[in-house]
């Protein structure tokens, strides 16, 4: 058996598993550790594919950046949200301001991509930079789009710090 076939089928199981305990876990901890191990399923199904540099992206971004910031709404969360509560299947999937509005839209969104990805025309199209180098990329995110890249790293720093300071006036009023 194949190397490549034994890793996949454990990449395979290892994120499936965590991906459905995400979705199940009643504990927000455990859930954001097992969406941490899906992030990293998936940064493995890019080096099985030999995209060193999207499994790097996949690491660096999802696994850096955004659970850091899963790990602040965790802090910044009130305790009883933080135990997992248990809380019937009707309830998760309605919104407390909105209803069953956001399911429906979701359930519209994922009817609308099906039928995109139902068109037999989808294979006959290449992709719009196919043929862009690791260094062309680099370049163009530090030259060209270098002031967007800031400009978001700056406002993510503001809503952070301005999330900490909510919280902390919350904590001090009771």
């Known amino acids: 058996m194949n190397w490549q076939l034994i890793a996949f089928a454990f990449l ?14 009643r504990n927000i901890t455990h859930a954001a550790l097992y969406l ?22 996949q690491v660096l971004v999802y696994e850096g950046a955004v659970m850091t910031v899963m790990v602040f709404a965790i802090m ?25 509005l956001p399911l429906l839209i979701g359930l519209g969104f994922f009817g609308a991509v099906m039928m995109v990805l139902r068109d037999p025309n989808l ?18 995110l530090l030259t060209t789009y270098i002031i967007p890249f800031e400009v978001v790293s700056v406002l993510l720093l503001a809503a952070m710090v301005g999330a900490i300071i909510i919280a902390k006036r919350g904590g001090e009023e009771s």
């Open 12 to 25: 395979t199981g290892a994120t499936l598993y965590s991906a459905f305990r995400v979705a199940t876990d």
């Open 76 to 100: 910044l969360s009130e305790m009883r949200e933080v135990r997992g509560e248990k809380v019937s299947v009707g309830k998760l999937l309605r919104s407390r301001y909105w209803g069953p």
């Open 36 to 57: 941490a191990i899906t992030f990293l399923g998936v940064a493995g199904y890019f080096l099985l594919l030999g995209a060193e540099f999207l499994a790097a992206v």
């Open 123 to 140: 294979s006959n199209r290449q992709p719009a930079s196919a043929n862009a180098s690791l260094t062309e990329l680099a370049g163009a």
